[in-house]
């Protein structure tokens, strides 16, 4: 006896077939959704846990190979063992590009060492530094629990040592600045080489934000603003938008109105999944506001 739904295969299968909730129509307007679209979007396809989410998206992208069309897959599910989402993210675009152009392998190679150098500041920046290292062990982390006068306790050697981490910091700030601007740089030249290519935005699906752990959810979402906000780059959050509402409350501790903003300010645009009648994409289209 198995309690497990069977996972349904996709190799070498005609897009939507054996679609029993006729949503090819649905998936035909939203292709034609991101062939026109501009700029960077970033756009949720929303529907609950269970209305088959998953099965569509698959389904959708085999219309898109069947089209010519190239995407990336990511499942957030499978890739929340990871602390960030960036380098995954960086790797996915390097290996979608497979073009001997050679103006795009030189891309190729500037984006990935863009992207090495911010993977090395986000992992700086993860780290955290210990009250016994800024001390050089004179203090260790469990005294500050007791200490009322800090001050009091660290040396002019100690206090050194923190003026020298602090200057450090800021001097690598402008460096980090710099970094990241290069990289959105290299990814925007790439990104209009895909869309020339194909006539498509480089589109990066993902899938499960929904199921992921929550913090792993919320740091996707988080690191597409920052670092892959740029022209002819395009998001599809597979999600049930009222798990991330929950997600941005438990984690910020806010309101669930406040909750609702702060995700408006990451997606562009929220699309909801219909089930078996058909209406225009339009019909469920809701613009943030």
């Known amino acids: 006896m198995k309690l497990t739904s069977p996972v349904l295969s996709f190799e070498n299968k005609i897009p939507y077939e054996g679609d029993k909730f006729n949503r090819e129509t649905f998936g035909n307007d939203l292709y034609e959704l991101f062939s026109k679209i501009e700029g960077n979007n970033v756009i949720v396809l929303d529907a609950k ?59 190729k190679e500037k984006f990935k060492k863009d992207a090495i150098h ?17 001390s ?14 800090v001050k ?7 206090g050194d040592i923190i003026s020298k981490y602090i200057k450090n ?13 290069k990289f959105t740089k290299t990814l925007q030249e790439l990104a209009s080489e895909i869309k020339e290519k194909q006539g ?10 929904d199921r992921c752990r929550p913090d792993f959810a919320l740091k996707i979402i988080e690191r597409i603003k920052h670092f892959f906000s740029v022209s002819n780059v395009a998001f599809l ?42 209406k225009k994409i339009t019909d469920h289209f809701y613009h943030r506001s």
């Open 49 to 107: 846990w269970g209305e088959g989410k998953s099965t569509f998206i698959k389904m959708w992208i085999k219309h898109l190979e069947k089209n010519g069309k190239e995407c990336i897959y990511y499942d957030a599910f499978e890739n929340d063992f990871q602390d960030d989402p960036f380098l995954s993210f960086s790797a996915e675009i390097i290996n979608l590009i497979t073009t001997k152009k050679s103006t795009v392998i030189k891309l």
């Open 118 to 134: 911010v993977a090395k500041c986000l992992l700086t920046a993860g780290v955290k530094i210990g009250a016994k290292t800024l």
């Open 136 to 149: 050089a062990g004179v203090i260790d982390n469990t005294a500050f629990e007791t200490i009322k006068d």
């Open 152 to 158: 009091n306790m660290i040396s002019d050697e100690t």
């Open 169 to 181: 910091k800021l001097d690598s700030y402008q460096n980090e600045k710099k970094g990241v601007e």
């Open 200 to 209: 498509f935005p480089l589109l990066i699906i993902i899938d499960e934000l």
């Open 237 to 278: 959050l597979v999600t049930n938008i009222e798990q991330l509402i929950s997600h941005v409350k438990n984690i910020y501790g806010i309101s669930e109105t406040d909750a609702h903003i702060y995700l408006q300010k990451f997606i562009t645009s929220k699309l909801s999944l219909q089930n078996r009648s058909h």
